[in-house]
């Protein structure tokens, strides 16, 4: 909500009739405003101090595409020192800044790391009255909890007499320069890295990760005859929705008969909607095994290492029928975390 200058200076004389002093009523230089690029667009906002003497982000600002001209871009951001220079201290109260925060009225993003992740920022200001227009570089720091400046960077500086264009220019030069830099520090770490598995028989097996966020290692889950667990957990602090595991197959006894895996496997999740068993050639693995009813939906894929192992590689998701869009997309993550398994010479 953008208050007026009466509503303004009312409740600047409210605030000092209620905590006693005097509070800033005009804003002073420095003007600035930040360019922040994502999600294939542009956002143009001033910051202005507040009546504690601190800066904060406007009620106005400017969305664009990050297609937009020089020109157009230039154009946002001149409108928007304008306003700053039009405009008293901001006193609005902490819960309508909230309410008009630009990140989470016109971005996906749902916390302040995530948008640092996905928006670079470039920032524009004006440091006095002689109008000098310094356009700068920054990155998002190693945790996304801020932007830093770019080491060697300085901001390029333009005249007062600069033209939209010319600061349309300058803003677009700074992200590419940020693209580049980015692309030229970007990790080489793969952040799935594969691991090794000893199986009981001394055999090696590399499996990778799931390549989902939502993955939670648990190792080996506090079972013996589990290899490695993973448990997808929707969000922090909830109860795990499905798990991928590499584990002995200790249920069926090494006997991988049609109705041998059925017996077992009703008597762990109930009796089966739907149960298919067929050979495959899907990486090492030369069985594959689906159950699904109401309360799990389960594909295991099935090695036979010797007469005492049964090497087994499990998805099991929890209430399918609530979880379809899920299911659909961890099925295809499944499928390529069993076929990634392999033997280690």
Not at 49 to 65: E, V
Request: aromatic fraction near 10%.
């Amino acid at each position: 909500m953008e208050l007026s200058y009466k509503e303004t200076m009312q409740r600047i004389a409210k605030y000092e009739k209620e905590l006693g002093g005097e509070f800033c009523k005009e804003k002073k230089f420095p003007w600035f405003i930040n360019v922040f690029k994502g999600e294939h667009q542009l956002l143009v906002v001033p910051y202005i101090s507040t009546i504690g003497y601190y800066y904060t982000s406007m009620a106005w600002y400017r969305k664009l595409s990050d297609t937009e001209s020089p020109d157009v871009i230039g154009e946002a951001v001149l409108d928007a020192f304008e306003h700053i220079r039009i405009s008293p201290v901001d006193a609005r109260t902490p819960a309508e800044r909230k309410e008009d925060s630009f990140n989470l009225r016109e971005t996906k993003c749902k916390t302040s790391k995530a948008f640092i992740k996905k928006y670079m920022l470039c920032g524009v200001e004006i440091k006095n009255e002689h109008g000098e227009y310094f356009v700068s570089t920054s990155t998002n720091s190693v945790d996304n909890q801020g932007y830093c400046d770019i080491e060697g960077y300085k901001p390029v500086t333009l005249p007062n007499t600069a033209s939209s264009t010319d600061i349309g220019n300058a803003v677009i030069s700074a992200f590419r320069i940020m693209e580049e830099y980015k692309q030229s520090h970007k990790p080489d770490l793969d952040p799935y890295p594969p691991i090794e598995v000893e199986l009981l028989s001394d055999q090696k097996v590399e499996i990778s990760p799931p390549r989902d966020k939502h993955f939670t290692d648990m190792e080996d889950g506090s079972a013996a005859e589990i290899y490695r667990l993973y448990e997808y957990l929707p969000k922090e602090g909830a109860e795990p929705s499905a798990c991928f595991l590499l584990d002995i197959a200790a249920e069926l006894d090494c006997d991988i008969s049609d109705d041998n895996i059925l017996n077992a496997w009703e008597n762990q999740h109930g009796k089966a909607e739907f149960f298919e068993a067929r050979p495959v050639e899907h990486g090492i693995w030369k069985l594959r095994a689906e159950m699904r009813n109401k309360s799990v939906h389960r594909i295991s894929y099935l090695l036979q290492i010797d007469e005492s192992e049964l090497l087994d590689c499990t998805m099991e998701l929890r209430q399918p029928n609530s979880r379809k869009k899920l299911d659909e997309k961890l099925t295809v993550i499944f499928e390529e975390f069993a076929l990634k398994c392999k033997f280690k010479n």
